[in-house]
């Protein structure tokens, strides 16, 4: 079973606090499970991340640049994260450098093969407070034979054995904000959220699921429900003379 890194925090006290309340009460009455609204529950996931990412805007207005107070549940979780192996660590260092920070580990993709999730992270800070992981590099790398070999690379763009991963921006990107659920039986779905994408306002995350039928990583369409081919090279944009 994976072992997971999660962050909670609580602002219970703080005005405007209701706000975020109403805001979440959107996707979850009561602590209850959600009504079953057709939706997949990828794009239910995805739903949450935006709701979560509007109610940490209301608090930062509410409270302008002061950091929130970690919650003891916060404390606890980090003092209980679960000591990441000496192979492990040496692997992703390998991969990323030394300053490489592993997120998860273990049976990510229920193939009955160790992977882990590594990343080189950017500290958090009372600006950058986001929901998620802040990243400039990532890895999914998966122990072959007794070796730890990259299947999935998130730098500037999104990449596996094959070639780009579809959706991916064709335009670099500096700095990715990853998300991720585990499914008992499907296994690690990761969301890659550019920061920062020229031209575009508004940029949706970027669903990336193992694939059982090519045995390798692939991005999502936009419902989350079905897997799209990766490309050999990225389209070059086109001008327009006028």
Known sequence: MANFLMDKSSNSNIPGANAPRFLASLLDSGGAEPPRTGLP??????LRIAASTLCCTILLASCGQEPAPKSATEEQAKAAAPTVPDEIQSAADSLLGKETQVLVFGDLAKTGKQQFLAANVVPKTPKNDAPGTIVTRAVVAENIDGKWSEVLRCDEHLKNIKGYLALTPISGVNGWRIQYE???????????TPLKVAGDTHVMPIGVAWNPATKRYQSLDRTYEHFLLEKPALDTPRSVLR
């Open 41 to 46: 529950s990828a794009l239910r996931f995805v």
């Open 182 to 192: 585990q499914d008992p039986v499907k296994g690690i779905q990761l969301y890659f």
